[in-house]
């Protein structure tokens, strides 16, 4: 039947309704990252103040019941009422596009252009109390789900007082988990004391049990100087660049290291950008035209040689700070800057300046234009020696030694060398498979970091983890109930010990997998569950470029195998009542092969299997190349769950 449509089927959503209607449009999501936007667009508006040169000190509490409290000593959100007779206070927080930062001369730059941040935030929490200091009094105002239930009224007379808190809860029935990203949002303030030089920051997580306190005096060199702790750098000392064009302060720092991924942190106002934007292209044109020139004058290229963007940029660690009135950004989350002039104004601003301290500094200069040569001809070897693959298994010797030697090193920094091991698709499906029972016992083979065994917690009684490796054990001991140091060819465990044994992305690795299955089985109760999960190809079409991309990245892969292999190895070893599902999970790959086991040149010969991969894997097998280069993968998993019959 079809429905009248007319007059009456119009709806029109009154104050904050439309923020509580539809909140991942204002806020980005109703998960984690939610809520962590909430906390940042209040945060924002003390950085604002800070910006304004109003505004010395900023302190972010979490308390226990999960509310956070934001308090700035700036000059206080104005409580004098408007025309309308209603407080200024209240509309800025009752009110979408009501702000200072409208109109000309309260804000010179400002992260919260969009003038929905704040009252965003209240129409998203179950409660919110304003209080603010000001010309010599102090006020306090409450709302409810966006409502005001306690109008803002004057408390006490505070005669030198000023600035604003903001205490607040974020509605549990919109936010399913309604507790602040920890360690993000620890990430982001280190990042603003950073960015604001001399402005204070603390932070007091009571939930975590951790206050830490930043303030710098050294901004964005400093900043790079911090990210790059724990790489070795090319050059001593970051470069540091500034300079003015139209309005728009650009401050940048440079750093080439001798790691492979590029890592650009790039803000505007103190907001992070974390997909770029004008700013970063004009930062990248600076780079490709200040190197090459520099290395033109200074006859250090071949003949017509020239360098490509994303080979000067490899190993690079640039913070890149711009401050600019009315920038525009792609949404309310303010990931990309859209600004059109910004490109122009960075790229000239740092292309005079990057070119001027390369000439004043020959020593560094030649050591970062070798590093981007190096690069270069790196791709270029690895293109010229490129071959047709050959879809095989190699050969089945190996050393336990050399398990725990690569395993040992890329423990180290085992989480941020891959997207897939924290991937929340791919855990929760581990633990969808789970049917055992809540006081079930767990085993997690290979486990890693032990985040496979943890997706179960809350679904079992007690987990237990066996790795190779005393890193791996010391690492994954933060999730398990206990972890054993031990070989999964010959689990030291008796018989029937595992109501459950689970295992993710090892059997490929795994010279004849059978043996390790046969332990699994062996352990595993009569009646339990084996859940593994496995990456794999699309199809036999994209197998032999796929197992060419895997094994220059990781020597140790053996077994290119197949959603028909896995059930097949699994059915063999005794398992019945099969069931596959699927994930798909985007990788970056250019993350992925940044590891101390993959050479140079099988770095960029893995770039150019994807650049220049066949037509027909194309047709089968997503993947995307960024307009930098960068390339990000789409992986098949599949999580296979079965059991062992019951005697």
């Known amino acids: 039947m079809t429905r ?3 007059a009456s089927s119009i709806t029109v959503l009154e104050g904050l309704e439309p923020v509580r209607r539809r909140p991942a449009m204002y806020v980005g999501s109703t998960g984690p990252a939610g809520v962590f936007n909430l906390v940042v667009e209040v945060v924002q508006n003390a950085v604002d103040e800070a910006l304004a040169g109003h505004c010395a000190s900023i302190a972010v509490t979490v308390h226990l019941d999960g509310s956070v409290e934001v308090r700035d000593d700036g000059r206080g959100i104005p409580v004098d009422d408007l025309p309308s007779g209603r407080s200024a206070a209240e509309v800025v927080l009752t009110t979408l596009h009501a702000g200072g930062k409208f109109g000309v001369g309260a804000y010179v730059a400002s992260g919260g252009l969009h003038g929905v941040g704040v009252s965003c935030v209240n129409a998203l929490s179950a409660w919110l109390v304003l209080s603010v200091e000001r010309d010599g ?21 505070h005669p030198e007082g000023h600035g604003t808190r ?13 507790i602040v990203p920890d360690a993000r949002l620890r990430a982001w303030l280190h990042a603003q004391a950073f960015l604001n030089e ?34 070795e750098a090319v050059h001593a000392d970051p470069a540091h660049l500034r300079g003015e064009g139209k309005g728009i302060q650009v401050d940048v720092a440079l750093q080439w290291t001798h790691a492979y991924a590029e890592d650009v942190q790039a803000y505007v106002n103190g907001v992070h950008t974390p997909q770029g934007g004008t700013h970063v292209e004009g930062l990248r044109a600076a780079l490709t035209q200040a190197i090459n020139g520099y290395a033109a004058s200074a006859h250090l290229l071949d003949g017509a040689e020239s360098i490509a963007g994303y080979d000067l940029r490899e190993g690079l660690t640039a913070v890149l700070s711009v401050r600019m009135a009315e920038p525009e950004f792609d949404g309310q989350t303010k990931a990309v800057l859209t600004t059109p002039a910004a490109t122009a104004v960075v790229e000239r601003v740092l292309a005079g300046a990057l070119s001027a301290w390369l000439v004043g500094h020959p020593a560094q200069a030649a050591a970062i234009v070798g590093r981007a040569l190096e690069a270069s001809r790196a791709r270029a070897a690895a293109r010229r020696a490129s071959e047709r693959a050959r879809y095989q298994r190699v050969d089945l010797d190996f050393s336990r030694d050399v398990y725990r030697e690569q395993f040992g090193i890329r423990s180290s920094n085992w989480h941020a060398s891959a997207r897939w091991i924290t991937d929340d698709a791919i855990l929760s499906e581990h633990a969808a498979h789970c049917k055992v029972g809540p006081d079930a016992k767990v085993l997690d083979v290979c486990c890693g970091s032990g985040v496979v065994g943890n997706a179960f917690r809350g679904k079992v009684g007690h987990i237990t983890g066996l790795d190779l490796t005393p890193e791996m054990v010391k690492l994954s001991r933060q999730r398990l109930d206990e972890v054993v140091q031990g070989d999964v060819y010959n689990i030291p465990f008796p018989e029937a010990s595992f109501d459950l044994v689970c295992n993710r992305e090892v059997l490929h690795l795994l010279p004849n997998p059978e043996r390790p299955l ?7 109760k009569p009646g339990g569950q084996f859940i593994v999960g496995q990456w794999v190809p699309f199809s036999e079409v994209d197998a032999a470029w796929m197992f060419r991309i895997v094994k220059k990245k990781q020597p140790l892969f053996f077994n290119n195998l197949m959603e028909a292999d896995l059930v097949a190895l699994l059915t063999n070893a005794g398992f019945v009542d099969l069931k596959v599902t699927e994930v798909l999970q985007w990788e970056d790959i250019d993350t992925w092969i940044d590891t101390w086991e993959t050479s140079v040149i099988h770095r960029h010969q893995i770039r150019d299997l994807y650049h220049h991969a066949p037509a027909e894997v194309r047709a089968v097998h997503p993947f995307e190349i960024a307009p930098d280069g960068r390339i990000t993968d789409c992986w098949r998993w599949v999580v296979v769950s079965g059991w062992k019959p019951a005697e």
């Open 518 to 524: 046969a332990e699994v089985f062996r352990v595993c």
């Open 4 to 6: 009248r449509y007319d």
């Open 198 to 231: 001399g402005l204070a920051i603390r932070y007091d997580n009571r939930l975590a049990g951790a206050t830490e306190a930043w303030a710098y005096a050294s901004g964005v060199a400093g900043f790079v100087a911090w990210l790059n702790r724990e790489r």
């Open 166 to 178: 903001i205490h607040f809860a974020p509605d549990p029935t919109i936010f399913p988990d309604p």
């Open 137 to 157: 009094g102090a006020w306090r105002a409450r709302f409810e789900r966006g409502e005001v239930v306690e109008p803002l009224v004057r408390l006490a007379a």
